[in-house]
């Protein structure tokens, strides 16, 4: 368990001086993005950017916790101008970071060697099936530059989102990527409070074959590229019981949006401006430190307002779900990225 989780699971539901915390912030530095997925609203929302000043001062502030670890995402986080220099300034905290790409532009030797985690984006093994999902005709120019991560020696992972057309030939693709190099393979429950297409969600039958057939084959396979664990029960609002949730994230996230909006969860900070509403935003990096942000009056009534009367991303998570079973949680909190 890492230093950031040992910390959460000690000190749970308590708000503590920075010094005493650990933090993942969640950074995503721009908007833009030149892929098209179906499942994402990034590529249609207004075009923002954080400038390389805002994003020196955000590190400089992640610098005064106790623990923390950066993700570098977006929109597309390489495409940024300023990203290698970004990293270089994230290494001078010796942060744990990692990046998510569409692997649609190069990865440099001026930042990887800099970067503790590359995730390439490659739900599919097929050309057509990754057009159909991700928009574009992508997935000979992600492999290329997975080929170029790979080689630089950093490790290098892979998301793969549960839609429909990614089970379909599933095997496949986690055997393409095995052979390519790739050290971990994360599967994530294709959110659906964004406005997803219909014709991805995958069916119940899709998700039993998966969790019951599927993922212990993989598992078995290829171990410790494909984590143990159970897979995320999938969720719907309709299944959602009425309460509070017990989800922890609120407690240890920080989620910044490109226009520099501080949320306390990817999820309720995502694109969907439903659930990106200002009753959930913690403030704005131009105007507050996230240090500030972390200890105020302000997150903690957001974080009340979420363990009892869950926004509909908590409603419809498989991980707030999974945190009502303590241990269970803690047992395969790495399989979590958050
Ligand atoms: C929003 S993207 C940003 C980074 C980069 N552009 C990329 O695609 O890797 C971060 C991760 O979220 C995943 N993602 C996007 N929309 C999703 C959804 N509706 N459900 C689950 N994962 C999603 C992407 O596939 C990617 O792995
Ligand atoms: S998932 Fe990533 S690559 Fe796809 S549209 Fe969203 S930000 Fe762009
Ligand atoms: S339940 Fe899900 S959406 Fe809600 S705070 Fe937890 S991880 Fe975020």
Redesign the pocket.
Known sequence: MDKVWKIVKKMKYNVCHVSESGISALI?ITSS?R?R?Q????WKTAPDILPLSEVYSIIEDIRKFAAHRIVL??????SHSDFAKIIEKCATINSHVT?????QYPVKSTWIPMVDEI???I?TYSPDLYKLI?GINGLSKALENLAVAVKSGVTVSV?????HQALLGLEKTVELLVNRGVSKI?F???????L?SDN?IPSDNDLLIFRENLLPSLQRKYPGIVPHGKALPARDEASYKRGGTACIIPWMQMTIRPNGDLFPCCRIG??NPESNGRTFCLGNVKEISICDVWQSIKRKRVQTLIATIPPLPCRMCAIGELFQNEDEIWNQIESIRM
């Open positions: 995503k993005c892929s997925c499942y994402c609203l990034s995402s977006g929109g597309e986080p390489t990046v998510i790409t569409d692997g995730t390439f984006s739900d991700r998301n793969i989102v549960l839609s994360y994530l429950e294709l959110e659906t409070h964004l997803v991805l995502d694109d």
